[in-house]
Nanobody, 120 residues
């Protein structure tokens, strides 16, 4: 089953930067809007940023001025540039696809996540 695949997580100190990427694992003729979600340790999965066909890039208030979302290299790819990282940014970052455009767009909605750890 085609699904989003995240990459680029890691460990940094407070104030550092990381870049995450997400791409679908296989070929599909469908197009999707794509989003990033963050799940802190013991917490819930919350919206971080999305890149949509019609509304462009949207960011959660908590990351505005620090994170940037952009299209990656190719269709159905998205990058998340994270700057000025804080310890509260620690957690698993998940990529999600939604708003499918096309026919027979059967893919897994969520990726398996990538770990980001920010030490103080």
């Amino acid at each position: 089953q085609v699904r989003p695949v995240e990459s680029g997580g890691g460990s940094v100190e407070t104030g550092g930067s990381l870049s995450l990427s997400c791409a679908l694992s296989g070929f599909t003729e469908c197009d999707f809007d794509m989003a990033w979600f963050h799940q802190p340790p013991g917490g819930e999965r919350d919206f971080v940023a999305t890149l949509t066909r019609y509304a462009g890039g949207l960011l959660a208030d908590s990351v505005k001025g620090r994170f940037t979302i952009s299209q990656g290299n190719g269709k159905n790819t998205v990058d998340l540039q994270m700057n000025s990282l804080k310890p509260e940014d620690t957690g698993i970052y998940y990529c999600k696809v939604y708003n499918a455009r096309g026919t027979s767009c059967i893919v897994e909605t969520w990726g398996q996540g990538t770990q980001v750890t920010v030490s103080s």
